[in-house]
């Protein structure tokens, strides 16, 4: 059988990785595969570097819509990242006939909703495991491997350059301006770091596992996001001293508010029990748990980015694909898991109306009674306190109060925090982290 | 379209757990296959505690052949367990044109290049995810998720058991028979638990994987198999002080010795360095660690066993088959990960010569110039020392000497532990247990 055919749009980092490996192991993935994967054309701005990239195997061109129009072309590999372009040329690619592997999470979870319909409708597939989690197949095991189950939540460490910021904080006692400059120069931390640290690229991917999970559309303007940039190091201190770690967790959950079925999504700081594995998954390693209520929980654990990682799972795609590729697409696995047709509208929920436990930092004047005053708010909005640890304050006339409190709906705590920032004896704001214990 | 129709083999726990599932989340389980499962008869020993649990649902029989040799029945899903009925059974499913489900690692370990064979021919398909690590999709990681990568080793937690008694071995420094006892209380393990606690159905379940991992035939004779049952205490305890963790590990890993490409198929207690993740996988959960060019390190974890999580597994199966019974067997999954005819046929490496780090105890009289011996013959063993820790007598006249060697050819640890043994100072028998580091 003669090789399959396929365009890289982009050889930057994942296209080189994806070039190299496709070289290297190219008998192994033939002999799985059943045929041969070809990188037949290469679309890159940069003509000359491209070329030298893969040394006269392959045609090169500057304009990715002759990869996307080429007629010997069966898969495009959409590598180049950010909304616009790829938008135009995987929706033309579709136009075309064309089956697509991406690794653009933001395409996804921005366009996702109308890319798929458009595949659906010309019979061909889309295919994005690298989009999420770089090489771990969490978009198979989700899609394939928990087909049984009713997925109740997902919860991701998915986001290598928070991580590894989070994890040297923690390690080495420095604050988040100190580590970012650090991970920017070990080139953990891009130039301008924003979609990492503010949360944003974690929620595009989080995006996209809810749709699988839950078989609902995709809906990034509806996620919660907040980054870590606001982390403080006595915060991630306080944490380790009452046995937890804060960790950037995405997490898509079914919650049931008032009678009415719907779903959490929300990116932020979250405390976790240290004993839980993922709370154990340092530097800039990727996980993700997932509770589903036939098998339990289950969690998968890899590098999350890098050219070799990413490019595993883009040609796991391509692989998928090739196998896939002639037969009816009704016996495809779907985009989003569900049949075209058997998806959902279940509401994502506002942030008011999560449920989750709280740590929250006040910082106070020593004063006798604001314990009194504190667990009296608490109290007054139905949140029950957990723990709490309050700090000598050695010397100082201030203090910091530590509690955590059981779960409680977030509107409460909002209500209660807004009192407690009243009282004359508290200092400032209060910090608010949320906290879950994934058990 | 109308529902695909499976015949259950057996209604034990996990039969039980399968038509749970299948019952409770048919809705979602339909949406995402795009047609329904039906669980349309069942074959038990004990029709009327079968007919209770299906309650009328399905037509119950004694005889298992009836539903192998049922026209209406598509799938049939063996979970009887043991080899011969089983593989009469699936054989003669597989002559029927029928295609096959399996949670039966014994089985497949034993039998499984005969039961593929024959499902080539036919071009049926035999799943058997459920076989491995419960509900860890793992079998469709190593066969799917990781199709780009040259595998380099699998190494797992893949019998809960004997993780659990480990787990509490460590936690409760009790020694290995009074917590057998235990875990047989609670249900943990098996009356009689000498196929667990010997590290055999480990040893089927890593066979299983190495087929898949390497493309080579399964060959259960060949691997290499130790137990637990003679783990004493005091090594969790000395590991512990050094800082790792002991698991029973099934390792199947690339190597080549004397310049020949083999594989090391190994099933024994390991000590782990206490800080990687899998080391931390406690209680009866499993957790396979896989190496691959590609992707570096992944992880994947969650229950091995009981009835919902492996019928996860088995209803995955399910699923896969029902998308893919139309289509040409070609555009199927290969049963062994690699095409049949692209197996290749690597050596299973005989134990000397496989390469390892060790934890030696010696335990000797408390006389000058031991440690001089043991280095002595160590070192013209050409085996390196990377820690050692001696334990004050405390009284008494006799002492542990605990030596960690560097990495090293078994026949040269046999070698020495044979010499050392000879040493007059040198009292009973030397303890040895396998290293990782795992990195």
Known sequence: MKPIKAGLLGIGTVGAG?????????????????????????????????????????????????????PEI????????????????????????????????????????????????????????AAVAGGVPIIKALREGLTANRIESVAGIINGTTNFILSEMREKGLDFATVLKQAQELGYAEADPTFDIEGVDAAHKL??????????????????????????????RYAEQLGYRIKLLGIARRATVDGVEGIELRVHPTLIP??????????AMNAVLVQADAVGSTLYYGKGAGAEPTASAVIADLVDVTRLATVDPYCRVPHLAFQPGEMVDLPILPMAEITSSYYLRVYVNDQLGVMADLTRILADAGISIDAVLQKEPGGQARTDIIIITHQT?????????????????VVGTVTRIRLESLS
Chains 1, 2 share one sequence.
């Open 18 to 70: 994806t070039f190299n490996v496709l070289q290297r192991n190219q008998d192994d993935i033939r002999r799985r595969a059943g045929r041969g994967i070809e990188i037949a054309m290469v679309a890159a701005r940069n003509v000359e570097r491209a070329a030298r990239i893969v040394g006269g195997q392959c045609r090169v061109v500057a304009d990715p819509f002759k990869v996307v129009d080429d």
């Open 74 to 129: 069966d898969i495009v590999v959409e590598l180049i990242g950010g909304y616009e372009l790829p938008y135009e040329l995987v929706m033309r690619a579709i136009a075309n006939g064309k089956h697509v592997v991406t690794a653009n999470k933001a395409l996804l979870a921005l366009h996702g909703n109308e890319i798929f319909a458009a595949a659906q409708e010309k019979g061909v597939m889309v295919a994005f495991e």
């Open 207 to 236: 995006t996209i596992m809810s749709a699988i999970a839950f078989g609902i559309p995709v809906q990034f303007d509806k996620a919660y996001v907040e980054g870590i940039s606001k982390l403080q190091a006595v915060d991630i």
């Open 274 to 283: 240290a004993a839980r594995l993922i709370a154990n998954v340092e530097g």
């Open 409 to 425: 709906r977030e509107k409460n705590v909002d209500a209660a925090i807004a009192k407690i920032e009243q009282l004359e004896t």
